[in-house]
Each structure stands twice: as C-alpha cells, then as structure tokens.
C-alpha cells in the first residue's frame, strides 16, 4: 500500500505558474511509475506527467500531449516526493490534479492505477 499526499495548488491568472508536490510513504518499488493525473468535471482523468524508474535508476518521463513542453515533472532519487512545475498555465488547465503511482509500468489508462492521492486543485483565470 502506498499513501501519497499532494500539495501546490492555488489560484493563478494565465501564463503563471505553480509547483505541485506529492510525498509519498509506503512500500515504493525501485521499478515504478510515479507522476500526475488530471479532472476536469464530467471528463475522464488524463495523464498530465508520470516518470517511469528502471531496475537501473534510469527515469523515463512520459506526457500527456497538451502539455507542449509547459509543464515538468521530476522526483527525488528515493521515489518518495514527486513534483510538477506548471508554466505557462492556461484556462484549459483548470482541474483536480491527482499523484499517481503504479508498479511496475507506466501508462496512460488511468483505471490502471490503484494508487491515488486525494487531489490538489489548480484554477487558472483568464
């Protein structure tokens, strides 16, 4: 079982930022998929950024394609706090953004994901 608790959110007006963190504890694999989901009311979760980890430490980020190089997602060597640094923000970014963390793989089909936290909001106005 892993827990992860997201922090960052906040309000902003077009073309600013924010960082989003997420902690992580628990049982974390060395080969895993760590990274960030996104919601948008009466739309299906999407992924933002995830980062896969090989039994190497090599780290292999993955994103979603509206991200345009916006966006970056990175984490600490241990697997144990992610984070997501959001320029350039636009209205359509405007959504619940959820840690996410899975082993062995990455993916973007987000029902593959049993392990969720519960949620940082991010509002940008135009």
């Known amino acids: 079982q892993v827990h992860l608790v997201e922090s960052g959110g906040g309000s902003v007006q077009t073309g600013g930022s924010l960082k989003l963190s997420c902690v992580v504890s628990?049982?974390?694999?060395?080969?895993?998929?760590l990274g960030w989901f996104r919601q948008t009311p009466g739309n299906a979760r999407e992924r933002v950024a995830t980062?896969?980890?090989?039994?190497?430490?090599?780290?292999?980020?993955f994103y979603g394609d509206f991200v345009k190089g916006r966006f970056t997602v990175s984490q600490d060597d241990a697997g144990k706090t992610s984070y997501l640094q959001l320029n350039s923000l636009e209205p359509e970014d405007t959504a619940m953004y959820y840690c996410?963390?899975?082993?062995?793989?990455?993916?973007?089909?987000?029902?593959?994901?049993?392990?969720w936290g519960q949620g940082t909001q991010v509002t940008v106005s135009s």
């Open positions: 628990g049982n974390i694999e060395r080969v895993r998929c």
């Open positions: 996410v963390y899975r082993h062995p793989a990455c993916t973007q089909t987000a029902s593959a994901f049993a392990d």
């Open positions: 980062i896969y980890t090989a039994i190497n430490g090599r780290e292999s980020p």
